[in-house]
């Protein structure tokens, strides 16, 4: 992709060369170590239960907690031997085409920095506990693998049309704060925003603020979304085969060509054509979110 077609305000630091990878990941001392030790026993006290069957199974068949920040080469051979992805280290937030582009050559990347004990419970920049415990263990499954490279493929065409933000609204909704209903009435988180917290973790599944509604493509490409609290609306799938289905074979073309540039539904809405399985009280949201302390209920 030239030079010109560049989508973020992001400002390469000198080393690196257009793809954004660093040359090797991070050595990180024991300190370090400890601190991603002590998210994922935090974690693991609060997911299971709550977090998707497949998301439970990847952590353990790429076992995340034999101790330490996982070592991106052998995480990457574990992978490759699963599903043919790989996870490269990142020093931040990458430009969307460069992003998209890995994703579509089935790399995840993974930032190259975990954050410190001040900032432990919420840092506002995708560390690698976030990265790598929140979004690896879902791509040892077959069909979401597949369904991580098809959208990287499908940025290109969202740039052609100047949507990158529909399709933001997207990855919100599924990879980053996803839900997936099991069994009936058996809902669990699969989206890394929600697996890597613990207060989102129990809100997003169990509370009564939020509304959960089942996945509609259109739909979503049109809601906006909180980057910073919990969030007022959940997206629930019913499989991953379903989630690929009704994105890989939805026509982006005709979609772009009609959907206006501005988001249309509040993040909070229900409108008419929902499906939903718990319309919320909002309670959390009325009553001022985070910033006002309020309680996430
Ligand atoms: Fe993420």
């Not at 699963?82 to 992003?99: A, N, R, Y």
């Not at 410190?116 to 790598?132: G, L």
């Not at 206006?260 to 399985?277: K, L």
């Amino acid at each position: 992709m030239p030079a010109d077609v560049f989508t973020a305000p992001l400002k390469k630091p000198g080393h690196l060369g257009d793809d954004w990878l660093e040359p090797s990941q991070a050595q990180y001392d024991s300190d370090q170590d400890a601190i991603w030790n002590d998210l994922f026993e935090r974690q693991m006290g609060v997911l299971p239960g709550r977090a998707a069957t497949a998301f439970m199974q990847g952590t353990e068949k790429l076992d995340l907690g034999r101790g330490g920040v996982p070592e991106f080469k052998r995480l990457s051979e574990e992978l490759d031997a699963l599903t043919g992805w790989s996870v490269v280290p990142v020093p931040m937030l990458i430009p969307d085409h460069v992003f998209f582009w890995h994703l579509a050559n089935r790399r995840f990347p993974a930032g190259n920095f975990i954050r410190t004990r001040e900032t432990f419970d919420y840092i506002q920049e995708p560390d690698v506990f976030h990265d790598v415990f929140g979004h690896v263990p879902m791509l040892t499954d077959p069909t979401y693998a597949d369904y991580m490279q098809e959208y990287g493929k499908a940025g290109w065409k969202a740039m052609k049309y100047n949507r990158l933000k529909a399709l933001g609204a997207l990855y919100w909704y599924t990879v980053e704060f996803g839900l997936i209903e099991e069994q009936t009435g058996d809902i669990r988180a699969y989206g890394a925003g929600i697996l890597s917290g613990p207060t989102e973790a129990v809100f997003a599944v169990e509370a009564e603020s939020p509304n959960r509604i089942m996945l509609n493509v259109d739909r979503v490409m049109r809601t906006d979304y909180v980057i910073s609290d919990l969030q007022p609306t959940y997206f629930v799938i019913e499989s991953f085969e379903d989630l690929y289905r009704q994105t890989v074979e939805r026509d982006f073309d005709k979609l772009y060509r009609n959907l206006p540039p501005a988001f249309t539904y509040a993040n909070s809405a229900v409108i008419d054509v929902d499906y939903v399985v718990n319309r919320g009280t909002q309670e959390y949201l009325l009553r001022g979110g985070r910033g006002s302390g309020a309680k996430p209920a």
